[in-house]
């Protein structure tokens, strides 16, 4: 990646809607050599996806929740982490699961309707699950950043 790749990931992350145009004009490339460079940065995995970030609430989700979870080292480990993982990956509700260092084994952020639908799944993912040891539930109040972008260094 070098300087041009850099400012051109710059600009889509934090508008993916801006114009191919737009984007040499800011940066000193031609169109053209925008787009190919985007689609190798497509093909290489740099870009991972391109997506419209939603507010919560606009699709009826008011609740967040952001839940440490220590998973149960008394079963069979890989076993546990496997079936956790898939767990995550399938339940809809789950906006994002990290794998982390510290007290707590993965850090899971969860959105749901309202409390009884936020116990429901509360029950389902955490409570009622034989790989989870114990979690540990922090609701959120009020958002104050929220994004996806990651700091790039353009020069």
Same mark, same amino acid.
């Given at each position: 990646?070098?300087?041009?790749?850099?400012?051109?990931?710059?600009?889509?992350? *934090?508008?993916? @809607?801006?114009?191919?145009?737009?984007? #040499? +004009?800011?940066?000193?490339?031609? %169109?053209? =050599?925008?787009? /190919?460079?985007? *689609?190798?940065? @497509?093909?290489?995995?740099?870009?991972? #996806? +391109?997506?419209?970030?939603?507010? %919560?609430? =606009?699709?009826? /989700?008011?609740?967040?929740?952001?839940?440490?979870?220590?998973?149960?080292?008394?079963?069979?480990?890989?076993?546990?982490?496997?079936?956790?993982?898939?767990?995550?990956?399938?339940?809809?509700?789950?906006?994002?699961?990290?794998?982390?260092?510290?007290?707590?084994?993965?850090?899971?952020?969860?959105?749901?309707?309202?409390?009884?639908?936020?116990?429901?799944?509360?029950?389902?993912?955490?409570?009622?699950?034989?790989?989870?040891?114990?979690?540990?539930?922090?609701?959120?109040?009020?958002?104050?950043?929220?994004?996806?972008?990651?700091?790039?260094?353009?020069?």
């Amino acid at each position: 990646m070098d300087t041009f790749d850099s400012k051109i990931l710059d600009l889509i992350q *934090r508008n993916n @809607r801006i114009s191919t145009e737009k984007i #040499a +004009e800011k940066v000193g490339l031609s %169109p053209s =050599a925008v787009q /190919r460079r985007i *689609r190798q940065m @497509r093909k290489d995995g740099v870009i991972h #996806a +391109e997506v419209a970030v939603v507010k %919560p609430e =606009a699709a009826g /989700r008011m609740i967040l929740s952001i839940v440490g979870v220590i998973i149960d080292n008394e079963r069979p480990l890989a076993k546990a982490l496997k079936e956790f993982r898939d767990l995550m990956l399938a339940s809809p509700e789950v906006m994002q699961v990290y794998d982390v260092t510290g007290e707590a084994d993965f850090i899971v952020i969860v959105s749901a309707k309202d409390m009884t639908d936020y116990e429901e799944i509360s029950r389902r993912l955490f409570m009622d699950n034989p790989n989870v040891r114990r979690y540990k539930s922090s609701l959120v109040i009020r958002r104050i950043k929220y994004g996806m972008t990651i700091p790039i260094a353009t020069t």
